[in-house]
């Protein structure tokens, strides 16, 4: 037999590698160990990144656990002010009211009256408008108490006022006049009469004008349900800035009857009520006083 032929023809899969194959696998490779050095250094990053987090995280939940604590401190504290501060109100609140109480008693010696006709030269002479008031206002109401036994003589204008002031007013109208009594129980009693004795207008029920009975409080009736007319010179209490504001909120709820003082104390009724109420303080919230 012949010898066997010599197969020079290889697999392609069994050839060996070139250079630039090696060189190409290499380059390959290093790109991948580039790729994962770099992915390497990115975890490692992430993880210092999350090491500040962590550290960071840390030191806000201990600032957190101070602030509490501080926040704890301060709220004692605050209420600790808050306690000092509703006293202090307290405080103001006793002084302004006592403040207050002791304007209307010094004004309790003086009175308000309206409609007095006076001339503009009347109204620069005290003594022509002490001698007016004097006349038209009180002494009616001086000789209906002598009559009725409360006076055993009627003192004359310079033994019952001091002075009468006029106040600045509506052009064209009367104007106010302010007056200060030498005897505080005089006034008082001038008061009390005023009802019974005080001139008033004609009106048209029948109840007739001149001096009547008043026992509503504001002077229009005599008890018996009759209506007597308005008073033609009203006369009021002098009362303090505080006393007179309070007294025309409660005069202008829809829940008030009526509202009128005694001796600067501020008295009301309620609709369909008959009790006589008292503000005892005027610093109460009107809610609280019409309660």
């Known amino acids: 037999m012949p010898p066997a032929k010599k197969n020079t023809a290889q697999h392609v899969g069994d050839e060996e590698p070139s250079l630039a194959d090696l060189f190409n696998l290499m380059k390959t490779q290093g790109e991948q160990l580039k790729n994962q050095g770099e992915q390497l250094a990115a975890i490692t990053g992430k993880l210092s990144a ?48 006592r403040l207050n109480n002791l304007e209307q008693h010094h004004r309790g010696w003086g009175a308000r009256v309206l409609n007095i006709p006076m001339t503009e030269g009347e109204e620069r002479d005290p003594a022509v408008a002490i001698q007016k008031v004097y006349n038209l206002a009180l002494l009616p109401v001086l000789e209906g108490a002598a009559k009725a036994g409360k006076l055993t003589s009627i003192p004359s ?25 030498y005897n505080r129980n005089l006034r008082n009693l001038i008061f009390s009469c005023k009802k019974e004795y005080a001139e ?57 009857q009526a509202c009128w003082t005694v001796n600067g104390q501020i008295r009301f009724k309620l609709k369909n009520s008959e009790t ?16």
């Open 276 to 291: 006589v109420k008292k503000v005892n303080s005027i610093l109460d919230p009107l809610d609280k006083i019409l309660k």
């Open 50 to 97: 999350m090491e500040q987090i962590e550290t960071e995280v840390h030191s806000i939940k201990t600032l957190v656990v101070s602030l509490k604590e501080e926040n704890k401190e301060l709220r004692t504290a605050l209420k600790e002010k808050d306690e000092q501060l509703d006293e202090m109100q307290g405080e103001v609140n006793s002084l302004s009211e």
């Open 157 to 181: 204008a310079e033994q019952v006022l001091e002075v009468a002031h006029v106040l600045p007013g509506k052009p064209g109208a009367p104007k106010p006049i302010i007056m200060r009594f």
């Open 200 to 256: 008033r207008e004609p009106t048209n029920s029948g109840g007739g004008g001149g001096r009547g009975g008043g026992a509503d409080g504001q002077g229009n009736g005599d008890g018996s349900g009759r209506r007597l007319g308005r008073f033609k010179y009203p006369l009021y209490d002098d009362l303090s800035k505080p006393n007179l504001a309070k007294m025309r909120s409660i005069a202008q709820d829809e829940r008030v």
